[in-house]
């Protein structure tokens, strides 16, 4: 029975993370009221409560669930594959991931530019998970010397992570006909670019 509840409980947290994705990043945060939440997720406001305290908390928990669901596809991905392989690996899973769940990518986005929300400093630490699987494979590359040793792995790791982000958004936005492969490819230049500097 427990097992039930709990499953029902788990979708209706979804729905709510959907409803909730798709309504910010049409309308932003400020906008977006519970009620419109509740509506789109097919829910009453009530059960909005019931799953999270406020429209901050629920917001701060689809951060988390987001961006943890960006990390474990990152570490999936890298997982015992060489350096250089793994970077190919790593842009392939962020325009993956971006690709099936584009209303977040642009919410994300959106946030990390707005320094002054209650969620700020969930958010620099949720990035900051991601970023470090970057940062162990840019770091792996470095010390097997397929890049080069001088390499900022912190920033590398941060750039990495932002222009697959902005690129990804570009793509999904302006040339969503383009094939993924293609921009992989225009992406992994990028990288290869920096390897051999």
Known sequence: MTDGRTRRRED???????????????????????DDIAARAGVAKGTVYYNFESKTVLFEEL??????????????????LPPLEALGALVRAQLEYIRRYRA???????????????WQQTLRLLRGEAIAVIA????????????PADLDVRTASSALFGVGLVVAVDWLVFSPERPIDEVQESLLGIVRRVART
């Open 104 to 118: 977040f990518a642009q919410l994300l986005l959106s946030e990390m530019w707005r320094t002054n929300r209650e």
């Open 63 to 80: 951060l988390r669930h987001g961006i943890g669901l960006l990390t474990a596809e990152f570490r999936a991905a890298v997982d015992g």
């Open 136 to 147: 162990d494979t840019v770091q792996a590359g470095v010390d097997s010397g397929d890049l």
């Open 12 to 34: 209706t947290r979804q729905r709510l993370f959907v409803a909730a994705v798709d309504l910010i990043a049409e309308q932003g945060f400020s906008a977006t009221t519970v």
